[in-house]
């Protein structure tokens, strides 16, 4: 293997598929089987997750974290409404506008959040000053939360469940972006369930790319009042994306073995574990500043810019940020996975503090 | 093996994937590479369809044919544009909107097209008329045209040549929906240049799904001035559209699995002669009608409805059409694919004589 | 006035506004009053406009029927859907894509219609065909027909309603085009009950401006079960289509002087009489073919080419259409409206036979 | 006239047409003309308004604002791009989706801009972000400037040069929405080229009603080498939204009249009279708080409550907005207009002051 291909920090989404996915895709490669989702393996999904997430569900497969997102959002979200969400939010800042696109021009509006995380009080004003705009101001008609963030924090269930309230009673319905769903899961120590429909999320984005699937995430719906009519137009709306796989088995088998005997779970506490492993380093480091708890398997730290130059020099690859005003070095962020090994943090170290 | 897996005829999307592609994912699955096409696998398209093509390509990998068409158009016509294409064409009849929603509301116009060819003599008028309207009517800014078509027919070279020719004279660019294209070429025995941009073709669906691949397509621009402004916008749209794979290598991978060697092409001939051997059986059953040519993988036949019945009860999957008016009997379609073994066939066709 | 005013039979839209209009407009120009709809004439629309339809009714005015189809539309039909029409329909036709662009990019499908009529009987097979491409094809969500026609001829209140009962039968909501709505009343001799909820229509594009408006039509809902939760999204679709004026009493105004006392039959019954003195000289005229019946203010001739020369050298406008194969001379429209007068029309009969 | 007709301070579009607007529409009230804007009075628009800019312009007439702005940013920003803005710039908070439904869901980013201003100094680092986050984020392609601004303030001339010269530095374009350029342009005492070409503008969002029109605003290309291929879209771009009038003289005939003879510039230094009239009252008034610069026709006052109530129970309107936390009061804006009498002014300040 090449050197490099062990240095790569820069997002869960650069490893590999892990194993036991890569074992059900080719133990699903047998046969002519009916295409576009009617195959007995997609046919299994909702059952599987229903029993992850104990609780009625309708799950939807697709390839990407975007089209999970989009396609999830614009079955909440009427054309001439608009979607409350974090400011930096992956689906406001990094989606390439595809949040807007499959919501047919529907707003995103971002609230203030230090931390990655909203402020359960600062919804109502924000509610009622819609309110009050009428036919002027889009109606907010569904709130997006992030979990894990997209600072590497997470989200108390107690925060979501006040989040959530606040919406449902203003008329919203609560969508959550999971794309480290598992890794907030593994930090919090809670159930699937407590985290999302127990604290009212009606509708999952549920991450397994980065968990180690090839490419694969699911559209989850919390069967309730508020989600039953979204779910009789999902297939359409993912079929009119181009998202409708014909041979779709090859998609669900790989969230069969993501939920299979924890594998989804374990993937993402390990890469957690590695995350605090680098944590803990970094942390000894006099001249490394952490600005945000490191609750998931993203930290961001701000280095020195010539230890960021060693790095870059060295072969690793990290995202940088723009430094915040007055702080003196470069802000960066590293993500570990399933696939990092201790020894590759502890190079990573090691190449920090020569 | 389940006994039904052999007796599906319903489309060449319902087979597995071909031994090659899937070797080709497991091979790509190794260490961290960057995400979003950056790598090595993603960065050798280009070379490997321009070596197939014998010309100079930007290729854009997407997961669905819906995807690959809709996002093409999507660059060939502006919102306020339309397609002219074949009344039967799978974009305007099977695709759920979604080059509509693509296209951001274009409109597509049918063109009269017996056994799926449309006519070169029917372009001049239609878009007199169209420019004769004014602000009135959506331009016609694209000609899509399919090969091999939905009937199961081809275009020759010379009138994909002649079709081209006309649209370019009045401005607009051309697109072929190549979902079957192995298919075509197998039964044309041109080369994959001449069926295309050396007859005018400027932005290419390549089909890899129904040729062997797990889910893979290709964008095909055939670089000349009308397609290099189109390219530069291609990976925000795919992105947009929720089409970038974070992990593309396993996307790129089944690409040039398929074109490594004529493994494509090899597939599609296997394919084709499976057809030719149905046909063959049909032809001799006094009471089945065949309509049209059997120019690729598909074939239509007018079957009684004794015999319909007598398939289904066994087992047998296959669509059914509307059948003209004054027709006794049933249209149905039969499809076979790399997968489908002669003595598939023969099964088939002794059920039915029987 | 210049010759030309009096020699332009090329639409009803290329009249003035009509001397009440005018009054009626100058007396709203007065005071400051609520904008957006929230003036004295505007909230007596709902009033007068159910005065005349004998009916509850949600009526909203706007400016263009461009705007009024599509906005109805946008309220019937989800963007993955799709509407049936006439293939001669305005809205296929003549709005440079409008249906589509407020749709969100759903579909409109165009039925056969000689004489500008959709057969009742064409409805259940189109409709069963739609049902059983399942997700591949956009559902038929609305039924969109045009009184008085494309052709200049009407529906009888009959077939109306036998196209509604279908179209509720199959779970589609039923969109009349009326901008020549008054014309097919002055023609049936009916009231405007009758051929609009009477006979099934949901929603109705009431068109006033080729009545004698300056500017104004309406979306009239006639409430039902179907059409109440439509009704409350209308607002916020036509201020997100930059359609709400904020001093919508000018608008109002002119729709409310159309509907008072019968203005607005009258003008078209005024029309119609112009359009029968034309037919009966055209009639006489041996080398003049009209192709169809003449059933409001819009007359259909073939004229020998010579003819259509010398009309536009004596600076007559009208317009010209493909005509059908086979037939010699050239296919034309002349349109007549409340402003034109019997030796306008004398004028131009003269003109031909000289 | 009732009491009310002259308390109405809620907005300049409570207004009605100003007399010269009422009588040129009335002019042109006469004889068939060509629809679409193939008019006399239609087709000299250009010039008209050429010669008030100083500078060669192509020039479209809508009926709001809303429509002049949205479909400027059509044909300036492609789907997939995305407009910075000001947080409070109406196009982002106060037109209910309409920008992001014409440009089919592109985004809209606020930039902080106390007083309704954007520093200059902001740009090169948002544009820099933007860029460097390639295609995740939608790049940025028009900057919206808003004069006089939403609070009540204008720009300097030299501040919009050097928004511009950022703004094409990195390649956007630049479009004012100038629903108040008037009153900008009347404070400034500066010549309409001078605040807009001259200091970068390449489109402009001509605003007339509140200006004295019925309903008539203006979009005004600048014509340049970057605006010259937005001009070809306009028409097809304006059929589409339902926004092309067939009776395009009535539009033209208020634009015309309200730019013959300097009525516009006239109409706004009065507006902008009546207001510097109220804040020298209000400033008197020791409880008011004005917390922004008086540099057009809106005036933002903090009052008491209990004078809120008063005024309220006098008939008054005016809008009132969330107060900035810790300030005691309730935040109002005023708005006057050609059409507010010294007496009306004294009148509100006696009502406040008892």
């Not at 229903?50 to 990407?64: I, K, L, Q």
């Not at 309110?131 to 989200?155: C, D, H, I, M, N």
């Not at 979501?160 to 959550?176: F, Q, R």
């Amino acid at each position: 293997m090449r050197d490099d291909l062990r240095k790569n920090f820069a997002s869960d989404n650069v490893t590999p598929a892990c194993p036991a996915v890569m074992q059900a895709i080719a133990e699903a490669n047998t046969g002519n089987v009916p295409s576009y989702g009617h195959d007995d393996l997609s046919l299994a999904l909702n059952q599987r997750f229903g029993d992850v997430f104990e609780a009625e569900v309708a799950v939807f497969p697709v390839t990407t974290g975007t089209a999970a997102n989009s396609l999830a959002l614009s079955a909440m979200v009427p054309p001439y409404g608009s979607v409350l969400c974090d400011q930096s939010a992956h689906i406001n800042t990094e989606e390439g506008g595809a949040p807007e696109f499959f919501m047919q021009g529907a707003k995103l509006v971002g609230l203030p959040s230090p931390e990655g995380r909203m402020d359960p009080a600062s919804l109502p004003p924000t509610l009622q000053l819609n309110r009050s705009k009428g036919v002027l101001a889009p109606p907010f008609t569904a709130l997006s939360l992030t979990q894990a963030t997209e600072w590497g924090t997470t989200y108390s269930c107690e925060t979501i469940a006040a989040l959530s309230e606040s919406a449902h009673d203003h008329g919203l319905t609560v969508h959550m972006d999971g794309a480290r769903l598992g890794n907030a899961i593994a930090h919090l120590e809670c159930s699937p369930a407590d985290t999302t429909w127990k604290a009212g999320i009606d509708v999952l984005s549920f991450g397994g790319t980065k968990a180690g699937a090839m490419a694969a995430e699911a559209i989850v719906f919390f069967l309730n009042d508020r989600t039953r009519p979204m779910v009789d137009t999902m297939t359409r709306r993912i079929k009119r994306g181009g998202h409708l796989w014909s041979k779709q088995r090859f998609l669900s088998a790989q969230l069969l073995a993501l939920l299979h005997d924890g594998l989804w779970l374990g993937n993402c506490r390990h890469a957690n574990a590695m995350c605090q492993r680098l944590r803990h380093g970094l942390y000894k480091h006099p001249a490394v500043n952490l600005p945000f708890a490191t609750e998931s398997n993203e930290i961001f730290a701000v280095l020195p810019e010539a230890q960021v130059k060693q790095l870059h020099s060295e072969g690793y690859a990290f995202y940088t940020y723009p430094t915040p005003q007055g702080v003196p070095g470069q802000l960066v962020r590293f993500v570990t996975s399933f696939y990092t090994r201790p020894e590759d943090v502890d190079a990573l170290l090691e190449s920090l503090i020569s």
